[in-house]
């Protein structure tokens, strides 16, 4: 039978994954300008001239941030994201990650990154689901950039689930959830590692990994995911 894509169902042509090109030009990406650092398109409201409100949490042991969609609930980026995690299409990873690859970086950060660094899941939670979706992530993004992939984190303890609760019971939530690996610590001693994961919503979970991460040897951190959650204010695009 001829194949369909697993997000709209229109028959696929000469595609390489499970999506069509009709879906991949949906994607509700982040606008620009964006703030240098965080990679965050400026709020309604920050045409003053006023610091970047997304940036305001992040440790100064964090570099860059960068995300390439906004995650809306019937948005196509989000329908991408629930059929890699929970239906299992692999596939999409190779797309997804391709184009996680253009994201613009400062010169320092593409000069420095050594390593990608999957945020890790919880030990039930892959066994139930089979993989884990950063890795697999992380797996895709590695050859466009030519860097390995080290699984150096690894929980500690499991958090609750992030998605119900509040930005600051998430930060509580995911604080020392997480700690370097003994089979990754020597290799990302004094190194610049680029941490992997799907969504970013508060950067809580972004932020506790950085620490475990710094706390473990990594001179600095930055993060790279597909999804970015937005905010009251944000300034999107018309698509979705």
């Not at 992380?138 to 690894?154: G, K, S, T």
């Not at 609750?160 to 001693?189: D, H, K, Y």
């Amino acid at each position: 039978m001829p194949g369909v894509c697993v997000l709209c169902n229109a028959p696929l042509g000469s595609e390489p994954g499970p999506a069509c090109l009709l879906c991949w030009t949906r994607i509700d990406r982040l606008s620009h300008p964006q703030c240098a650092r965080c990679g965050h398109p400026p709020a309604r409201d920050a045409e003053s001239g006023d610091s970047c409100r997304w940036c305001e949490p992040l440790p100064p042991y964090i570099r860059a941030v960068r995300s390439l969609a906004w995650m809306t609930r019937r948005g196509t980026a989000s329908r991408m994201v629930h059929a890699l995690k929970y239906d299992g299409w692999h596939a999409l990873a190779g797309g997804m990650s391709a184009e996680m690859a253009r994201l613009g970086w400062p010169a320092d950060v593409m000069k420095e990154r050594a390593f990608l660094v999957p945020v890790p899941l919880a030990r039930w939670r892959e066994r139930e689901r089979g993989f884990n979706q950063a890795r697999v992530l992380a797996a895709a993004l590695a050859p466009h950039w030519q860097l390995p992939v080290c699984d150096a984190l690894e929980r500690t303890r499991t958090p609750a689930s992030q998605t119900r609760l509040t930005p600051g019971e998430r930060v509580v939530n995911v604080t020392r959830a997480f700690a370097v690996a003994s089979a990754g610590s020597a290799e990302i001693q004094g190194a610049h590692c680029v941490l992997v994961d799907d969504v970013v919503t508060t950067a809580a979970t972004l932020v506790a990994c950085a620490a475990a991460l710094v706390d473990g040897g990594a001179r600095i951190v930055s993060c790279v995911t597909f999804g970015r959650a937005p905010a009251i204010g944000d300034r999107r695009s018309p698509l979705e």
